[in-house]
């Protein structure tokens, strides 16, 4: 008897699916349960005369009553996470189905309402895992978006509002690239960091956020005899346009930027298509000089620069950079 080997795959397939299904079926139960739970403690302690000194000997009481027979998971600080659960997230139907109970942890920890908000759409929108949301705040994705562009821009670009119309919508800086593993004390040339790109692809494009699809790596561009390599070559489908980036191991200088305002302009006359928007090019350098950048390009430029860290910045190290691209963003303006 002759046997179709596609029924084995299609039944792998099925059982997988399923086996997803009910996992995701069990952690959306486990939320629900969790936000039941903190609003009928909520509920409990609005009921005590004095709520505070109440809700502290109410939240004691359950975890000793709840942890010998249902573990540890119903500690002190667990109930009270519950209960911040509710506070947070007063409405059960809008908790996203997406969000497992680590994801909604994470976002707790987080102490400004349009900061959680950021993150909680844009982990949905991209589909994150609690490990890449952890991430992304850790890198402080929401800050950094603040130095490329104003805040409501932002927050209306997360909330699904709009989508971005300007490349200084999509663009971040500094791009923080710890992933690559590479010693930021150490030698190495742009080969080396063009190399761990493409070894860590999907980091860097999480890292450079949404709608980017690789196109090429090291795009041979003939001119009358002379061969030019552009380093990585991206399309962003929200921007609809060809996002070129070349790597700059060095304090970037204006040959650099005007190298890349020709591959620019390469793209533009011979790649672009006549319902794509124009070309955008980021160099990104280990170092940047904002005048320079000022003085080189025309002011209608789609060619921005933007420096990239290899390690976690502390929130020490990036409230300094903050304050101090305040201060340049107001210098120009008096310009």
């Not at 009481?61 to 119903?74: A, C, D, H, V």
């Not at 603040?146 to 509002?161: G, I, P, Q, T």
């Not at 690239?177 to 080969?191: D, Q």
């Not at 904002?290 to 025309?298: I, S």
Request: glycine share 4%.
């Amino acid at each position: 008897m002759n046997l179709n080997e596609s029924i084995i795959t299609d039944i792998q397939s099925i059982i997988n699916t399923a086996r997803a299904n009910a996992i995701r079926s069990v952690d959306r139960e486990r939320v629900v349960m969790y936000w039941q739970i903190g609003k009928r403690i909520l509920e409990e302690e609005q009921g005590g005369e004095d709520r505070a000194e109440y809700g502290t000997r109410l939240i004691k009481y359950l975890s000793e009553k709840l942890q010998p027979q249902f573990g540890r998971g119903f500690s002190t600080r667990n109930l009270n996470l519950f209960r911040q659960f509710f506070r947070v997230f007063p409405i059960v139907q809008a908790l996203p189905a997406q969000l497992s109970w680590t994801h909604f942890s994470i976002l707790l920890s987080i102490n400004t309402e349009e900061k959680r908000e950021f993150y909680k759409v844009e982990t949905v929108k991209n589909n994150w895992t609690s490990r890449q949301l952890e991430r992304q705040l850790g890198s402080q994705l929401y800050e950094r978006l603040l130095l490329s562009a104003d805040k409501e821009s932002v927050l209306s670009v997360a909330r699904n509002e709009k989508q971005p119309t300007e490349p200084k919508d999509i663009i971040k800086d500094p791009l923080i690239l710890e992933f690559l593993g590479l010693k930021p004390e150490a030698a190495y040339y742009e080969k080396d960091l063009e190399s761990a790109l493409i070894t860590h692809l999907q980091e860097f494009m999480l890292e450079l956020g949404n709608g980017f699809s690789f196109v090429s790596r090291q795009k041979r561009i003939h001119l009358d005899g002379d061969d030019f390599f552009v380093d990585l070559v991206f399309y962003n489908r929200l921007l609809q346009c060809f996002v070129i980036i070349e790597l700059k191991t060095h304090k970037i200088t204006h040959q650099d930027l005007g190298q890349l305002q020709m591959y620019v302009n390469y793209y533009d006359r011979i790649e672009r298509m006549a319902h794509e928007n124009p070309t955008v090019g980021i160099l990104l350098c280990l170092e940047k000089n904002d005048t320079v950048v000022k003085f080189t390009l025309p002011e209608n430029s789609n060619v921005f620069a933007s420096k990239y860290q290899l390690y976690l910045p502390t929130a020490e190290q990036l409230s300094k950079e903050i304050h101090n691209e305040i201060l340049k963003q107001k210098d120009n303006e008096k310009e």
